[in-house]
């Protein structure tokens, strides 16, 4: 797909706004409905960005090229009771993902980290795999 020059001002976008640097793409519905749409046009701008490194080409810290999901409170709530996890309601929860070292101990240090940090934020971990300490 070529690009047409800028597309017509619509909704937030105004192309007098435009200018050459490396950036960023945001999409979203205007009304917050959930739509597989988004992230098709989503990939799609993540493909054109490539020229930013958007391909995890560096070696040591990758630059965080990538798409932003809702949380999928479906999902989480069907797998919930197999993991022995109580779900909050949708929208009372954060989600986070960590990469952890394959040694058992070093892994083990980490998930003690990050269980103490969330007690001094007073926030609660859910969903923790127990095979993964």
Same mark, same amino acid.
């Given at each position: 797909? *070529?690009?047409?020059?800028?597309?017509?001002?619509? $909704?937030?976008?105004?192309?007098?706004?435009?200018?050459?640097?490396?950036?960023? +793409?945001?999409?979203?519905?205007?009304? $917050?409905?959930?739509?597989?749409?988004?992230?098709?046009? #989503?990939? =799609? !701008?993540? *493909?054109?960005?490539? =020229? @930013?490194?958007?391909?995890?080409?560096? !070696?040591?810290?990758?630059? +965080?090229?990538? &798409?932003?999901?809702?949380?999928?409170? @479906?999902?989480? #709530?069907? &797998?919930?009771?197999?993991?022995?996890?109580?779900?909050?309601?949708?929208?009372?929860? /954060? !989600? /986070?993902?960590?990469?952890?070292?394959?040694?058992?101990?070093? *892994? +083990?240090?980490?998930?003690? *980290? !990050?269980?103490?940090? #969330?007690?001094?934020?007073?926030?609660?971990?859910? +969903?923790?795999?127990?095979?993964?300490?």
């Amino acid at each position: 797909m *070529r690009n047409a020059g800028y597309p017509k001002k619509q $909704g937030l976008y105004d192309p007098q706004f435009e200018h050459d640097n490396c950036g960023t +793409g945001f999409l979203a519905h205007m009304k $917050g409905k959930k739509s597989h749409q988004i992230i098709e046009d #989503a990939l =799609h !701008v993540l *493909r054109n960005l490539e =020229h @930013r490194g958007g391909q995890g080409d560096e !070696v040591n810290t990758g630059d +965080g090229a990538g &798409i932003l999901l809702q949380i999928p409170h @479906r999902f989480f #709530a069907s &797998i919930s009771d197999s993991m022995d996890m109580q779900l909050p309601s949708e929208g009372d929860y /954060g !989600v /986070g993902m960590l990469f952890l070292p394959q040694d058992k101990k070093k *892994r +083990g240090t980490c998930i003690t *980290r !990050v269980n103490q940090l #969330a007690e001094e934020e007073s926030l609660e971990v859910l +969903g923790l795999e127990k095979s993964s300490y």
